[in-house]
Nanobody, 123 residues
């Protein structure tokens, strides 16, 4: 599976962005997906997870109620809708595929990663 994240950019605090992660390969719909982020000088952290069907999602407490993960298996794409953005959301955002579970927060559980897309939230 190859993953390509996009949709990052510069936005003011309180604004919104939608990230996309396009996957190649016919097995995309079998995998749960996760979103992670990494700010400069910080460790990569879990943001959101979505099951293979899209029926189940989970979120880090820091984004709960503001971010929404979704997926369109027909299009081979997973999304992260980010609303009410805060300066502390500034980071490189990554999508990743979990081959064996879903919603796991440990980045080591994910077998495939896309390149990051940068999100900058100005105050």
């Amino acid at each position: 599976v190859q993953l390509q994240a996009s949709g990052g950019g510069l936005v003011q605090a309180g604004g919104s962005l939608r990230l996309s992660c396009a996957a190649s390969g016919r097995t995309f719909s079998r995998y749960a997906m996760g979103w992670f982020r990494q700010a400069p000088g910080k460790e990569r952290e879990f943001v959101a997870g979505i099951s293979w069907s899209g029926d189940s999602t989970n979120y880090a407490d820091s984004v709960k109620g503001r971010f929404t993960a979704s997926r369109d298996n027909a299009k081979g794409t997973v999304y992260l809708q980010m609303n009410s953005l805060k300066p502390e959301d500034t980071a490189d955002y990554y999508c990743a595929a979990d081959l064996w579970g879903w919603g796991r927060s440990d980045a080591r559980e994910y077998g495939y990663w896309g390149q990051g897309t940068q999100v900058t939230v100005s105050s």
